[in-house]
């Protein structure tokens, strides 16, 4: 029970802004701090309209350098979609973890492809399985599933009613 | 005339048994132990099937080593079909054989190659042992030598593809009427949603 309070309280102190969302705050971005992680990656919430210009900013920077985006992850919620971007300094040896929610029914945000050219495969995947639509991005396709795939299989909502599933019929 | 027939079978079949050139197909990690065969240590060649062939058109046995997603279901095809006759194919791996830990839920995997292509030589395990691949390759050359010339209509309709061709640019394959899809295991029988549900709490069994 100690122990979890004692986490508890660490993580509450993590709350306070980091360097990286003072930097973003600083810049006139809204930018609000989330608990670090438990390794003590700072994680930033971002606004989506924000996204590509905090993104540039962050790999641009003198301080920050985050020159590698290496991973982009989609969860649905039940009200909302979150995309979450891990970014990573080589010249500092720091992760930084952007988060942002976008709306449910219309999930749409600005690609990342210009800014990082991996951004590119790993948005057709976020695409392919929760069908969250990238603007701007050069081609959004399936990368995962056939090209004529009916529907997102990981919505939580989501039907399996493609003509190909007719080979799991028992 | 059948004695005639007879010894030109034995020195075909001898000769095509033990010069088994597989195709470089690799779709999971079943690849790796495919790989590992063909190395120093396990060596392929003492069977005569050292030559992975990286065209369908100089290659005789398909081993479908791993996972076969609907994405991948058509180019399996179309290079099975681009494989000049006869042809094998050898399902390695349980992925391969019934779809292995993807049969119940899975969304995106084809269970089981059969349901594709007509397969000569299961190969279970996951993966199997660079060994049980050395055996399912000897297995398929006991299954050659006794093969005969006079049979080769009837080789020919057994190894016709299980899927109906798209007429149109589409990608959807679906089974073929005629031709019967098995089903086996949990697909044959069904599961009981209660005792499943039982089980994954820990009450159950």
């Given at each position: 029970m100690s122990e979890l309070e004692q986490n508890k309280t660490t993580n509450d102190a993590g709350t306070t802004p980091g360097i990286f969302c003072s930097l973003l705050i600083d810049k006139g971005y809204k930018a609000s701090p989330l608990k670090n992680s438990k390794d003590g990656t700072e994680i930033i919430q971002v606004q989506p309209e924000n996204l590509v210009d905090v993104a540039t900013l962050l790999k641009m920077h003198k301080e920050a350098?985050?020159?590698?985006?290496y991973s982009i992850t989609g969860v649905d919620y039940p009200d909302k979609f979150e995309l979450i971007y891990h970014l990573q300094s080589v010249k500092l040896n720091k992760k930084l973890i952007l988060k942002s929610h976008i709306d449910k029914n219309n999930p749409e945000i600005d690609s990342l492809a210009q800014v990082f050219a991996t951004a590119n495969w790993h948005e057709r995947e976020t695409y392919d399985l929760l069908g969250i639509k990238f603007n701007n991005h050069p081609d959004l396709s399936r990368i995962l599933l056939p090209n004529d795939w009916k529907g997102h299989p990981l919505r939580k909502d989501y039907v399996m009613d493609d003509e190909r599933l007719v080979w799991n019929e028992r | 005339m059948k004695i005639i027939i007879t010894a030109i079978d034995f020195v075909y079949n001898w000769g095509r048994s033990n010069s088994i050139w597989p195709l470089t197909f690799a779709t999971s990690c079943c690849g790796i132990e495919m790989i590992s065969t063909s190395a120093a240590k396990f060596d392929i060649a003492r069977f005569g099937s050292e030559v992975f062939r990286a065209t369908p058109r100089q290659a005789d046995l398909m081993i479908t080593a791993g996972t076969v997603t609907h994405r991948m279901a058509p180019a399996l095809v179309k290079l099975y079909e681009q494989m000049p006759e006869p042809k094998y194919v050898l399902a390695m791996g349980a992925c391969a054989v019934t779809g292995g830990m993807y049969e119940n839920d899975s969304y995106s995997v084809v269970r089981g190659v059969d349901r594709l292509v007509p397969v000569d030589v299961y190969l279970p395990g996951c993966p199997p042992r660079p060994e049980a691949l050395l055996d399912a390759i000897i297995q398929l050359q006991k299954k050659m030598r006794i093969e005969t010339i006079l049979e080769r209509k009837k080789y020919i309709e057994s190894h016709k593809i299980r899927v109906k061709l798209p007429?149109?640019?589409?990608?959807i394959l679906l089974p073929h009427d005629e031709l019967e899809v098995y089903h086996w295991g949990v697909q044959a029988d069904g599961y009981n949603l209660n005792e499943l549900e039982l089980t994954r709490s820990g009450i159950g069994r």
């Open positions: 350098q985050f020159i590698l985006l | 007429e149109d640019d589409s990608e």
